[in-house]
């Protein structure tokens, strides 16, 4: 399996551990919330718009973008189930344009299959997710 990092993309797994971490009804205090970041420029002052991210009626995250002094740098919009899951995740550069899209699975035991596509619908990569339990005094 290929297993490949974006540079200036950040990986999901927080995004992941945040999404695991609300209920199926999401995070009411974030119900419909709009969370901006904005970065200063210490030398010129100049304020600047860094990161937004968007909550819908149930307090899940549908959509994050990115963005530097000169623009957008990328966006990523979510699609998620009844089970209030995220099952696909859209990838878009500057320009809006999809770069790629990833369709999540789960099998019946909650292990996580996790498969990028390329706007063709080409297969980019496919991920695995295996989890074990260790015991901190061995």
């Given at each position: 399996?290929?297993?490949?990092?974006?540079?200036?993309?950040?990986?999901?797994?927080?995004a992941q551990e945040e999404d695991q971490a609300q209920s199926a009804t999401g995070n009411p205090a974030r119900k419909n919330l709009v969370i901006k970041e904005w970065n200063t420029d210490?030398?010129?002052?100049?304020?600047?718009?860094?990161?937004?991210?968007?909550?819908?009626?149930?307090?899940?995250?549908?959509?994050?973008?990115?963005?530097?002094?000169?623009?957008?740098?990328?966006?990523?919009?979510?699609?998620?189930?009844?089970?209030?899951?995220?099952?696909k995740e859209y990838l878009y550069d500057q320009h809006n344009r999809l770069v790629s899209y990833k369709v999540i699975e789960?099998?019946?035991?909650?292990?996580?299959?996790?498969?990028?596509y390329l706007p063709n619908g080409k297969v980019k990569t496919i991920k695995v997710y295996e989890y074990s339990v260790t015991n901190a005094g061995e």
């Open positions: 399996m290929l297993a490949v990092l974006l540079v200036g993309i950040p990986a999901t797994a927080q210490v030398r010129s002052n100049n304020k600047y718009l860094d990161h937004v991210t968007t909550y819908n009626e149930f307090g899940k995250k549908v959509e994050e973008i990115e963005y530097n002094t000169g623009g957008q740098l990328w966006r990523k919009r979510y699609e998620r189930g009844k089970d209030g899951r995220i099952q789960y099998n019946e035991v909650g292990k996580k299959m996790q498969t990028t």
